[in-house]
């Protein structure tokens, strides 16, 4: 059983740039979720897709958008990059959204 | 989901149990309790939850009051490698219900 796995691991991108973000969940797992952690905070949920589908979403502006493909993988766009985007970008996935979600290791994100 | 209070940051000597303390007055009948832990530029590694019994397994063992307003994660013999920030969050079982992550607590284990 192969967990998450996120790419690139490290990146480091221009203000105003666009990027994106990817996330293979684990196997037999159909729901993933991004979330964003800054410097000493904990994780803050972008969105979740599930089956294709968005079916939630934090408090993040429209130009944090996403995907899931049909092998359940996924990906994180941003665009017009700002400064304050630069964080640690995780991926996490589970079954149906049940009980524990198993977290990649994120990709750490550095906008100048 | 039902917001969680934590100390932010305890101190547990190798060998001794760590018991990690999490208020969540406000927890709803439908809502569990789990418990996560980030290792330092880890992503956040899933521990145990429950619902109202408590509740043990490999890494950890969850008491949670009858109330259910509170409840401890015990850690019954810390090693150095379970110095992590440990977060209790609440939320309901399945289906869309993110996970809600506050600042956890750090819990340094010394030789």
């Known amino acids: 059983e192969t967990g998450v796995t996120q790419s690139p691991t490290h990146l480091i991108k221009t203000r105003g740039q666009q990027v994106t973000l990817r996330c293979s969940s684990q196997?037999?797992?159909?729901?993933v979720s991004w979330y964003q952690q800054a410097l000493g905070q904990g994780p803050q949920f972008i969105f979740q897709?599930?089956?294709?589908?968005?079916?939630g979403r934090g408090n993040f502006p429209p130009r944090f958008s996403g995907l899931q493909f049909p092998n359940y993988s996924s990906e994180l766009n941003v665009n017009a990059l700002e400064l304050d985007d630069s964080a640690l970008y995780l991926c996490?996935?589970?079954?149906?959204?049940?009980?524990?979600?198993?977290f990649g290791s994120g990709t750490r994100l550095t906008v100048v | 989901d039902a917001k969680t209070t934590q100390p932010p940051s305890m101190d547990c000597a190798e060998g001794r149990a760590a018991n990690l303390p999490c208020n969540h007055s406000?927890?709803?009948?439908?809502?569990?309790v789990y418990w996560y832990r980030q290792i330092h530029s880890q992503g956040p590694q899933y521990i145990i939850h429950?619902?109202?019994n408590n509740e043990t397994n490999e890494m950890a063992s969850l008491i949670i009051t009858e109330d259910r307003k509170s409840s401890t994660l015990i850690l019954p013999h810390a090693t150095l490698r379970d110095t992590a920030v440990y977060y209790c969050?609440?939320?309901?079982?399945?289906?869309?219900?993110?996970?809600?992550f506050g600042k956890g607590t750090m819990l340094l284990v010394s030789p």
């Open positions: 996490a996935s589970s079954l149906e959204g049940n009980y524990g979600y198993t």
């Open positions: 196997s037999g797992h159909n729901t």
């Open positions: 897709y599930y089956r294709e589908e968005e079916n």
């Open positions: 406000t927890i709803s009948g439908n809502e569990y």
């Open positions: 429950g619902l109202k």
């Open positions: 969050i609440v939320r309901v079982g399945s289906g869309y219900s993110t996970l809600t």
